[in-house]
């Protein structure tokens, strides 16, 4: 996915780029530039480097976007807002940390952002179905319904669908801050000490944001057999 040509041109009417670009390095030299080096073009104002962060970057944006969010419409509203906010102030990027972690912090700020505004909005909180979601971590009986086959068992597959269900709305019930570390820990595997880093905390806060949350789901999950 590419930067929406919106954001581009927005870049050209704020004047950080121009024409000068094509001649600072073509596109195939950026592709083999380490990743300071291209971050050091893109300040400069090359817009084609620019470009080939956001190449490097989109699927995991993207991804992380979706993992958070769990809504594709959602993914894409943080994918092209994140991307604008990264153009916008990278001239503050000092590279006291890896480009990526920068970029991540950006993308689960703004991941809570939206959870909040979502939060705000009652007709936006009902739980959505995603048979591909993820339901390990939260509890054993999770783990256990990896050993089931629902396709050859209706009755299952329904229970399967009710049980999805809850989870779904178990999260919703969560702080925008408690599902987003709930996530990070238990969906993406991430350390506690790298979550506090993307959301830009310490590690005893989210050891008490994942306390909370998990205590949460337990009270919300606790009938599930």
Request: proline share 4%; hydrophobic share 40%.
């Amino acid at each position: 996915m590419q930067l929406p040509q919106w954001a581009l041109a927005l870049a050209d009417e704020n004047g950080c780029s121009g024409s000068s670009n094509a001649a600072l390095a073509s596109v195939t030299s950026l592709a083999h530039l380490d990743e300071r080096a291209l971050v050091a073009e893109a300040q400069a104002g090359n817009r084609v480097a620019f470009e080939e962060l956001v190449r490097r970057f989109d699927r995991d944006v993207l991804r992380l976007a979706l993992n958070l969010m769990k809504r594709p419409e959602d993914a894409r509203d943080v994918y092209q807002e994140a991307f604008l906010k990264v153009y916008r102030n990278l001239h503050r990027f000092r590279f006291e940390c890896s480009f990526y972690t920068w970029l991540y912090r950006i993308v689960t700020n703004v991941c809570l952002d939206h959870l909040r505004r979502r939060q705000a909005r009652p007709e936006d909180q009902a739980p959505e179905l995603h048979p591909n979601h993820h339901e390990e971590g939260i509890s054993d009986f999770f783990e256990r319904q990896r050993e089931h086959r629902p396709t050859l068992d209706p009755e299952r597959s329904m229970m399967g669908q009710e049980i999805k269900a809850r989870i779904a709305l178990a999260m919703e019930r969560l702080s925008p801050r408690e599902r987003v570390v709930f996530e990070m820990k238990h969906y993406q595997g991430l350390k506690l000490r790298a979550i506090g880093d993307a959301l830009g905390t310490t590690e005893e806060t989210v050891k008490n944001s994942l306390f909370r949350a998990t205590r949460k789901l337990r009270n919300e999950l606790g009938g599930l057999r």
